[in-house]
């Protein structure tokens, strides 16, 4: 491993690097059998990349289901509030489970607003109508189109929840709700229930989600998990239909006052078959206390417990690749002798999938006016969506700009590469991330992977990063932020070379736009500064999506910080610094690749 001082271009002792200057630069001819760079890319294919639970019927009719509009336990109307979200989301979980196995032509539809989630139902049967799952649970329908629209035939009963008691219950509800394929209903409901002729199959009133570790976990699933806060709803669904173990961290929601579930949700993450998926969040702790955990135990974790539907968005999903491409900046159209300082801007959170799918991160963040002078790029979970979503990943590449690079957030999910699989069997298992990552890349042509750690520096984050580029001989570079501070690498460069004996650069951030920051982290005009102080020329700057500057953020943050700098500084996509770095440290070997393309 080489490491060079970031952004300043300034080699370490016996590098092999030489510096172009300013307009004395010619580019080499293409060799007489180079490839176009934009046909390098793999034809979509199973190369054992595709991990997520998944439906393989698609339902020929479907029912969209108006949902609550609080999650509030406290409201007392049947239609309403956490109690009413429990219902449907049961409701959608067995049906959807019986039309998966064969059993109806009919699915159901969690009504949700938002334009990935239209693209996705384009890929459905027609809708019958809207309604309420009191209304789907009590009244009569006859066939539509020839097609047995009644649902409520396909329930066997109810689980008894007490959501206002013992908020474990709901958690409880979700693994014996598949267990006994029976909705959720609350004792607020149960009078109701029993006069429609309901039978109760399972009491969770006074049920601990330990008592449901305990009872229930031979009859899920391990090769995914649902992690959620009590007294939330969105991703019982897909828990139920896919038959997943369900658990929350906090016994108490947003709070740790009640105590946790640490001890048993690290042996739920040990009964996990390796490198299974954990989709969810928690609520009122930080991030790293359970995504550490799922970290150790070899688990990516995805950020996913406010998005919807993901039985009915993923149908099919392998079957859905083609023709998914990243647009990408060909290294031979870039003028390596400019003698400007360049500056590249990245947007973070684009691990973020429930974020990813929803309207303000297209409309508000991803299609700013503003990213084409700055030039920002974006990280994105495209890995999790090709699988989840893949009409919303075929969305976000055909809104891409020209002038944009697209980035593989972290590779499967959120997850340290320092930590990755320590408890486990860490070689293996790292391969195993960083060859789901190649393929996907690959597949999708996707040429720049982020990365985080704890710890940048470390030897096992040394170990990750050579192991993602030995997977991905396309791979062109990687960058690397720290879980805290973002540019805790200080725009270090590390070196690795790749199997087909190019050294390819791991470059940290040097700076990020924070609001409130210190030390490298700070608004616009702090960032413009310490580039001009510096003696950076190269520099790679993290944007955090969530701060706002004097209602400046993300793309219009960047520019600002740009405008700031000067005449001296340019922006560059984050593809194109990561050539420009090539090229100034590894130059012979990166005009040798140059000769092999056109």
Not at 76 to 102: P, R, T
Not at 300 to 310: E, G, K, V
Request: with cysteine; hydrophobic share 35%; aromatic share 10%.
């Amino acid at each position: 491993m080489t490491v060079i001082d970031g952004g300043t271009g300034i080699p370490n002792k016996g590098s092999d690097t030489t510096k172009t200057g300013s307009n004395s630069f010619t580019l080499p001819a293409s060799n007489p059998d180079a490839v176009t760079y934009e046909s390098i890319f793999d034809e979509v294919s199973d190369k054992g990349q595709y991990y997520m639970p998944q439906t393989r019927r698609t339902p020929k009719k479907y029912w969209a289901l108006v949902n609550a509009s609080s999650d509030d336990p406290g409201l007392k109307g049947i239609g309403e509030g956490l109690q009413y979200s429990l219902l449907c989301q049961s409701l959608a979980g067995i049906v959807n489970s019986a039309m998966d196995e064969g059993k109806t032509d009919v699915g159901i539809w969690l009504d949700v607003s938002g334009k990935s989630y239209e693209l996705s139902k384009n890929n459905l049967g027609g809708e019958i109508g809207r309604q309420t799952g009191i209304e789907l649970l009590t009244k009569e329908y006859g066939p539509v189109d020839g097609i047995e629209a009644d649902v409520k035939k396909l329930v066997d009963g109810y689980v008894l929840t007490d959501v206002v008691s013992n908020p474990e219950s709901g958690v409880v509800a979700t693994v014996a709700s598949h267990v006994y394929n029976s909705i959720i209903v609350d004792v607020r409901d149960k009078e109701y229930f029993d006069a429609l002729g309901y039978k109760m199959n399972y009491d969770a009133r006074a049920k601990t989600t330990a008592d449901a570790w305990l009872e229930f976990k031979d009859k899920c699933n391990n090769e995914a998990l649902v992690v959620m806060p009590v007294k939330t709803a969105e991703l019982r669904e897909f828990a139920i239909k896919n038959r997943l173990f369900c658990v929350n961290l906090n016994k108490a929601y947003g709070s740790v006052s009640q105590g946790q579930n640490v001890q048993l949700f690290n042996e739920i993450l040990a009964w996990m078959k390796p490198n299974a998926p954990v989709l969810g969040w928690e609520q009122g702790v930080s991030e790293d206390s359970f995504v550490g955990l799922a970290s150790n135990a070899g688990h990516p974790l995805l950020a996913s417990d406010w998005s919807y539907n993901h039985t009915l968005t993923s149908i099919d999903y392998n079957n859905r690749q083609d023709g998914i491409l990243a647009k990408v900046t060909n290294p031979r159209s870039i003028d390596y002798g400019a003698g400007s300082r360049f500056v590249s801007f990245f947007l973070s959170d684009g691990d973020n999938y429930q974020w990813v799918m929803g309207d303000s991160f297209v409309n508000d963040f991803y299609c700013q006016e503003e990213r084409t002078a700055s030039k920002m790029s974006f990280s994105l979970c495209a890995e999790a969506l090709s699988q989840l979503a893949p009409a919303q990943l075929g969305n976000i590449f055909n809104l891409q700009g020209s002038a944009n690079t697209m980035i593989e957030s972290f590779g499967g999910g959120y997850y340290y590469a320092d930590t990755y699989s320590i408890s486990g069997n860490r070689s293996e298992n790292l391969k195993i991330m960083a060859e789901r990552a190649a393929s996907h890349m690959r597949q999708h042509r996707i040429k720049v992977l982020e990365l985080i750690a704890t710890d940048v520096y470390s030897q096992k984050a040394q170990e990750a990063y050579k192991a993602f580029i030995e997977a991905n001989d396309q791979l062109e570079g990687i960058i690397a932020i720290q879980y805290s501070p973002y540019n805790g690498g200080h725009g270090k460069i590390f070196w690795e070379t790749n199997s087909a004996g190019y050294d390819i650069p791991v470059v940290t951030a040097k700076y990020s736009l924070w609001q409130g920051g210190s030390d490298g982290q700070g608004d616009p005009a702090a960032i413009a500064s310490a580039l001009n102080s510096g003696q950076d020329s190269l520099a790679l700057v993290c944007v955090h999506a969530w701060s706002d500057f004097d209602g400046k953020r993300a793309s219009s943050a960047a520019l600002s910080c740009l405008k700031n700098a000067g005449a001296s500084f340019k922006p560059a996509n984050v593809q194109e610094l990561i050539w420009r770095i090539r090229m100034r440290h590894r130059k012979e070997q990166t005009l040798k690749y140059l000769k092999t393309i056109k």
